[in-house]
């Protein structure tokens, strides 16, 4: 299959990229690289830079690759970003992804993937959650991602695009032996943040709040292998190429894990302590996040197979360590 990846050169598109490859597609990036690293993309590789709404290059640049598909990583991804500046959030994710749905349209491409979020869901009010459950996001990015999955919604209705939307939990971990993993900046994902304290890069890990109504008084995450979440994508593009129903799905575990826990572990792969600091509970933080990923398994017939803590920061930490050497 023909594929395009917009966000190709970031964190988990450049794993899609890697993965697609390996399956023997032929794959393509659109990517910015205002986020994103050149050196992710592989030579030989067919590389726009250009932003995803720019219609005037991108929809060109699908009709040359002859595009059968487009994998829709490129968003802003900060949720307190997202808070103090909307407008880079409302711009950069929704603006831009009507830009590039109107040149999908106009190429003649019949998939595509979207990289939605479980902050669709807001403060939920069931664990496991449930597709089902009431979207009420907390944040812009949340909110313009969900506004992303309607307007999917209604173009599937009115022009016959089939689409699947993955509501991902927590990506983490990392391709060592590719030399990909995690590297934002600036970070705020925990698990790159626990494993460079380890390092002795940066600051101490500030805990937020140890009172939350969870075993250990730290907030609950479910934590999926990025390896897993490229796997889904694929099982999504085969779903929707055999006439399955589009809509959205969670990408989880249904397992959940503590912040101290992540911590806990991360000292035990390291062999050495991660510095920690206190800090007070962050606004709209919910005490626990785990996904209802039946509806995945039953439909896209996609099961994670790396996703275990121990896996996932074993994978993460050979890149960080091989990163500082």
């Not at 209604?154 to 991902?168: N, T």
């Not at 999504?236 to 249904?254: I, K, P, Q, S, V």
Request: aromatic share 6%; charged share 20%.
């Amino acid at each position: 299959m023909r594929v395009v990846v917009t966000g190709g050169a970031g964190y988990i598109g450049s794993h899609m990229v890697h993965v697609l490859r390996e399956r023997g597609h032929v794959v393509s990036v659109i990517d910015s690289l205002v986020t994103g690293r050149r050196e992710a993309v592989p030579p030989g590789v067919p590389l726009l830079e250009a932003d995803v709404g720019d219609r005037g290059r991108v929809g060109p640049f699908l009709r040359e690759q002859r595009a059968e598909a487009v994998l829709h990583f490129a968003a802003r991804i900060q949720v307190g970003e997202s808070v103090v500046d909307p407008r880079r959030y409302y711009t950069g994710n929704l603006v831009a992804t009507v830009g590039l749905l109107e040149s999908v349209l106009d190429a003649g491409v019949e998939r595509l993937v979207f990289s939605s979020t479980a902050a669709v869901y807001g403060v939920p009010t069931e664990v496991p959650i449930p597709e089902s459950h009431a979207t009420r996001p907390v944040n812009p990015y949340g909110e313009t991602k969900l506004a992303a999955e309607r307007m999917l919604a209604s173009y599937a209705r009115a022009y016959g695009l089939r689409y699947a939307a993955l509501r991902y939990f927590n990506a983490a971990g990392a391709l060592a032996e590719a030399g990909l993993g995690e590297r934002h900046e600036p970070e705020t994902h925990l698990i790159p943040l626990v494993l460079r304290a380890a390092l002795g890069e940066g600051n101490p890990v500030t805990v937020f709040g140890r009172d939350y109504p969870t075993a250990d008084g730290t907030c609950v995450r479910d934590y999926i292998h990025v390896v897993d979440l490229a796997e889904a994508h694929l099982a999504a593009l085969e779903y929707l190429g055999g006439g399955g129903e589009g809509g959205a799905f969670n990408l989880g575990t249904g397992h959940g894990y503590s912040v101290a826990e992540v911590i806990a572990e991360a000292a035990r792969v390291a062999g050495r302590p991660v510095p920690t600091a206190e800090g007070a509970r962050r606004e709209g933080d919910p005490p626990a996040l785990v996904a209802d990923p039946s509806l995945a398994r039953e439909r896209l017939g996609w099961r994670p197979r790396r996703s275990s803590l121990g896996q996932i920061l074993e994978d993460a930490w050979r890149f960080h360590a091989a990163a500082a050497r």
